[in-house]
Structure formats: C-alpha cells, structure tokens
C-alpha cells in the first residue's frame, strides 16, 4: 500500500475519500484485547442480550475507529493530527457486516484545520450506522511511501476445532470405552465430551479412583457405567472386549501408559486388529492457518518402514475426508525436497508419492519428498521451482519417524500455541488418545473428531 497525504494547500471543500472494511471475528477478539472492552455483545459465541443467540455486535467505537483509518491513510493522510470529533450512532454493525466509511471536506478554517463530514454504512442495505464531524489539523509536510511495515496480527483462537464440535454435536453420542479413568483431567475429558452430547462414556478402572478424580475435576459420575477392572492392562482388555461386542464404538485412554493401552488391542484374538497398522495422527489447529494440519506418526510407530508408512498415510487421508477435507493434500516430509540415495526417508517419499499415482494409496494427492518449508508455504515451494498440489498447500504432514514428528507437533503447540486433538487409526474403533498435558480443548476435539470419523466410516448421519 502506498501512503500519499494531501498537506492544507491541496485540500478543497468537497474533497472526499472512502475506506471498505468486512467486520470479522477476529475483529472483535482483538479489538476486546486491545481495548479491554469484554462486554459479551462484542464477543463472538456470548450471549450479551439474554435472548439465547450470541450478538457478535461490532463495538461502537471500533466502528468509530474506521474514520480514524480514512483520516489518518487515505484523507488528508499522514501527518493529520485530531483536533476535535463528533459522533451519532444511529444504527449496529455485526460480525459479516461490509461497512464503507466516507469522510467528505466540508471546510478550511483559518488556523490550517479542516472541518469533514463523517460516515459509516453497511454495504448491503445502505443502513447509516455512524454519523458526525471531524476537525483535523492538516498535514503541514509533503509524504509519499511505500510498503510501510507494519507488523501482522495472528489471533490466537481456535476455529476449526469449533467447526468440527459443531459436526459432531448433531451426530448421536458415541458409547467410548473410557480405561482408567483414574485421573481428574483423563476423566474430565470424558465428561465433557459427554455434556456436549459427543459420546457416553463406560468407564472402565477402579471405582475408588475414579470417584476420587471425579470429585477433584468436580464432575459429577452418579448413573454413569462404571466396570470394575483391577489394573491398566485388564481395563484395556475389558475396552477390547466391549467393542468386540458390539457395545463401544471408540475407546479412550485414561491415566495409563500408551504400551498399556495398545497392547491388548493388538492381541490377535481377542484385540481390535482391522488389517492396516495402528497409527496415531494429530489434528493441529494452528492459529492463523485457514485449514487443519494433520501430523502423522508421532506417538506410535518409531521407525517406520515403507509397508508402516502406506498405512500411515492412508489411515491419515481417511480421517481428513472424515473431517472435512474433499481432497487431501500429503506432504511426506524429508529433509531435502529431492530424493537423497543416502536419506532413506527421501526414497520412501518418493516411492509413496509414485504409489498414490498408481492407485495403491487412495483418497488424496501425495507428493514427496518436501521439506517442511515447501509442504506448508507457497512462496518457499515457488522458490524452489516445486510445482503441484500439494507443494504448499499441504494439510497432512507425514514425517520420517516418531521423533521428528513430536517435535513438529509440540513445536507447533507450545510456541504456535496450537491445539491438538490425538486419534490412533487403524483398529476397529478410533482409539483417542490424549497426553496428561493436554488442554480441555485437546480432549474434547479428539473425541469430537473420532465421533465424526466414526459416524462417516459407517455411514451415521445426524
């Protein structure tokens, strides 16, 4: 953008300029950030009015805020100072409102002010929604520049866990083996998924412990299935059990190892196996990117070798079209977007990418190798000459093995602030499986997304 102002001498009365603005969300959330304006009319999901539906009502003076963008960028521009400023509000701005601000020279004065018009109104219906005046003192030197630099803002929300909550709600409640709940956050979880309607959890560990976690997260578990099982690995029998039964549609860990969890599941009789390799992937929401990020594996399989990885990327593009992607884009990540001889995870990419060619690997594009820059941004896959699909676009990011892949994951989270939601694939049920340090939000969207992958793999509609 190219700032230009317009000093005393240029301006004439009738002089006018106009600013265009969509209101969003995000608007609203840094505006009651910045401003420390928290009232629930202008926050997006509250219910400030009683009425049972949020407002997402635009502040007054964020809308007000316009003018000062039109006088201080576009009319007289930089260097304006205010001198004075009126306003009548006649109507509300919402959340998807077009509004256009217009401020008009109404008149010079003799100390080198100016006096303008001021407006604000919706663009869809020509409704008025500020009205006033504005004396300013004009720019007294000439200025003309460039991309001024400005640093950008990402907000730190978490929109596409919210979307996929919302899938979910109107699905019928998932029956979840929940084993060894014995922990206030594990059990917590469950119950919180349970109150949004998401799953009904049977609770699976010993009773004392899981009334004592039940009462430190302040959940109340009166009428709730509770089996008996007297350590970890005879609750994650028990889990296999119930879903061999027909009784559970998904399993969730509690407060106990993975290994301990896992292990009876892969039992050959009396386990979950369904034919591929167990495998775990993490849907990211990462503030700022328009699309989840899958992670896939970073729990599970250390090293895997090629055969683990067809099922790896498979298993992952089949839980991307369960939440929403139509065409999922896999980046099988290395660390040279060319293949290596001496890089054996460069070969396998390379190898999985010809496999999707052929139709041995289904659902989704899958290109590889590509290091991390080109997977997931365009210009650094434009630099490099990559051209197609995936090269930039990425939404499921396989990684070499299971310490790359943590690393990638918790990077993304504790310094992106990302939230993560765990799934194992692969078994009969989807397998949540959730760290101790995991967020409510973590929990909940896992089990949200494994009720989604679950409701579309045997076609359950709302």
Do not use: W
Not at 118 to 126: G, K, M, N
Not at 408 to 435: M, R, T, W
Request: net charge negative; with cysteine.
């Amino acid at each position: 953008m190219k700032l230009v102002n317009r000093v005393f001498e240029d301006l004439q009365p009738g002089d006018s300029a106009e600013l265009h603005r969509l209101v969003t969300l995000d608007d609203l959330y840094v505006f009651a950030a910045s401003s420390g304006n928290y009232n629930p009319l202008h926050l997006p999901k509250e219910d400030g009015d009683g009425d049972g539906r949020p407002e997402s009502m635009a502040p007054g003076m964020f809308v007000a805020s316009l003018i000062s963008a039109v006088l201080g960028t576009h009319l007289p521009a930089p260097g304006t100072l205010n001198s004075k400023q009126s306003m009548h509000f006649q109507n509300r701005a919402h959340a998807g409102d077009e509004l256009v601000c217009r401020v008009t020279v109404t008149e010079k004065l003799d100390d080198g002010g100016i006096r303008l018009a001021t407006e604000v109104h919706r663009a869809a219906d020509d409704a008025v929604i500020v009205t006033g005046t504005a004396e300013v003192t004009a720019p007294k030197k000439r200025f003309a520049k460039e991309n001024l630099d400005v640093p950008g803002l990402v907000v730190q929300r978490h929109r596409h866990f919210e979307a996929i909550l919302e899938t979910a709600k109107p699905l019928p409640p998932i029956v979840t083996a929940v084993v060894s709940p014995e922990e206030e956050k594990s059990l917590g979880g469950a119950m919180l998924a349970a109150e949004e309607g998401i799953l009904t959890p049977i609770l699976i560990g010993e009773p004392d412990r899981s009334a004592a976690a039940a009462r430190a997260a302040e959940v109340d578990i009166t009428g709730v299935e509770m089996i008996d099982a007297p350590s970890h690995r005879a609750a994650a029998q028990k889990a296999c059990g119930l879903v061999n039964d027909g009784r559970a549609g998904a399993v969730m860990k509690g407060h106990l190892h993975t290994d301990d969890l896992l292990r009876p599941m892969l039992d050959k009789k009396d386990g979950l196996r369904a034919g591929r390799r167990f495998t775990h992937v993490f849907v990211m929401d990462v503030p700022g990117l328009p699309h989840p990020l899958m992670i896939t594996d970073a729990a599970i399989n250390i090293a895997p070798d090629l055969k683990t990885k067809i099922d790896i990327v498979q298993n992952a593009i089949d839980l991307a079209i369960s939440v929403g992607s139509e065409a999922p884009l896999v980046a099988v990540l290395s660390a040279v977007e060319t293949v290596n001889p001496a890089i054996q995870s460069s070969i396998d990419a390379a190898l999985l990418s010809k496999m999707a060619d052929r139709g041995q690997i289904t659902g989704g594009s899958v290109e590889g190798p590509l290091a991390m820059d080109n997977a997931v941004d365009i210009s650094a896959a434009r630099t490099k000459g990559l051209k197609g699909a995936v090269a930039g676009h990425a939404n499921i990011l396989v990684v070499p093995g299971i310490d790359a892949g943590n690393m990638v994951a918790k990077q993304l989270s504790f310094i992106s602030h990302a939230e993560g939601a765990g799934l194992v694939l692969g078994a009969k049920v989807p397998v949540i499986l959730n760290s101790r340090s995991d967020s409510a939000m973590s929990r909940l969207a896992s089990c949200a997304v494994a009720a989604i992958h679950h409701a579309r793999i045997r076609g359950i509609t709302a």
